[in-house]
């Protein structure tokens, strides 16, 4: 149902222990009560994702941070009232009153404030704090849309509002300020750039070898169904077989791309970021053999948009 006319019926689903898929200014994330253990495995249930992998929970305002955890340290206030509503995932101690199933058991919590109004209208309406992963099955690619919460998730969700495409189409940054230097442990929308600019210095750590630290965080994550390996830059295509192309700035001249997507003609990395998942989920729906992507300039948002293609990659490396 539309995002905006949806809110009341939605917010009656998540006080019931239902699951709601609804878009943020990342992607779509598949919703609970933050507060009820049995809504939260619901959402490991539906998405079929392992136990160890934490979910975020989000909030409605930022003045509701400390309402639920009490105090937070200074880095992570200060980062907060910078960066709250917006892309910006903190780590804070777990309280008592959020289940551990919601943290994977970690004494840790994800937290953020959507910039995205009906986000933030369901999260108040439903009076609850709300975890919620990206609506999707684990380790697939994330949804920019509410069709691709459909055609993944399907009658698992009870409702599912649709707000058109997300604007930033990559997931927040993760980041752990508690102590010392500021640490982000997840590469997202939110660029490691503008971090610097507003705290000073980070040290960037994303990746896991063990349990999550944070939420998709693995080695190995955000895969198409069609293998995809990453290149510099794509040439005409060689070999047998259909091919897809996610190509930054335009289609190379010549060879037989069975497809091809282009995600930003002008070299924009916050569009290239934008149409990343949707122009993946068109590959993904073409038919092809493969997928190759080009890598994008290593700044800005580009970071994170090589760090998701370096994941879903690593994905199809290890079935070699």
């Not at 209208?121 to 009076?127: E, R, S, T, V």
């Not at 399907?154 to 993760?174: F, H, K, M, Q």
Request: aromatic share 4%.
């Amino acid at each position: 149902m539309p995002a905006e006319g949806g809110i009341a019926e939605a917010a009656a689903a998540l006080r019931a222990g239902g699951l709601v898929a609804f878009p943020t200014e990342t992607v779509y994330g598949l919703g609970a009560n933050a507060l009820d253990a049995r809504a939260a495995a619901r959402i490991f249930e539906a998405k079929q994702r392992p136990s160890f992998d934490p979910l975020i929970t989000h909030l409605a305002d930022a003045a509701d941070l400390t309402a639920l955890v009490g105090p937070v340290p200074e880095a992570v206030a200060a980062l907060a009232a910078r960066f709250w509503p917006g892309p910006l995932t903190l780590i804070v101690d777990r309280p008592v009153t959020i289940p551990a199933i919601v943290t994977s058991g970690l004494a840790t919590m994800a937290v953020r404030v959507p910039d995205e109004p009906s986000a933030r209208a369901l999260i108040a309406a439903a009076g609850v704090p709300v975890a919620a992963p990206s609506a999707n099955r684990f380790g697939q690619l994330s949804p920019t849309r509410a069709e691709h919460v459909v055609a993944g998730l399907g009658a698992a969700v009870d409702v599912v509002l649709d707000g058109g495409p997300t604007r930033c189409g990559i997931e927040s940054t993760i980041v752990d300020a508690r102590s010392g230097r500021p640490v982000v442990l997840r590469l997202g929308a939110l660029p490691v750039e503008a971090l610097v600019e507003a705290v000073g210095p980070v040290t960037v750590r994303p990746g896991s070898s063990g349990q999550p630290v944070a939420p998709g965080t693995l080695a190995a994550h955000y895969a198409p169904r069609t293998p995809l390996r990453v290149v510099e830059h794509a040439g005409p295509a060689a070999g047998g077989g259909r091919r897809g192309l996610l190509a930054f700035r335009e289609r190379p001249a010549g060879g037989d791309w069975a497809a091809v997507e282009v995600l930003s003609p002008a070299g924009d990395l916050t569009a290239a970021a934008a149409r990343l998942f949707d122009a993946l989920h068109r590959l993904d729906a073409a038919g092809v053999g493969e997928i190759v992507a080009e890598r994008v300039p290593d700044v800005g948002v580009g970071r994170a948009i090589n760090d998701r293609l370096g994941r879903a990659a690593a994905t199809w490396r290890g079935h070699d």
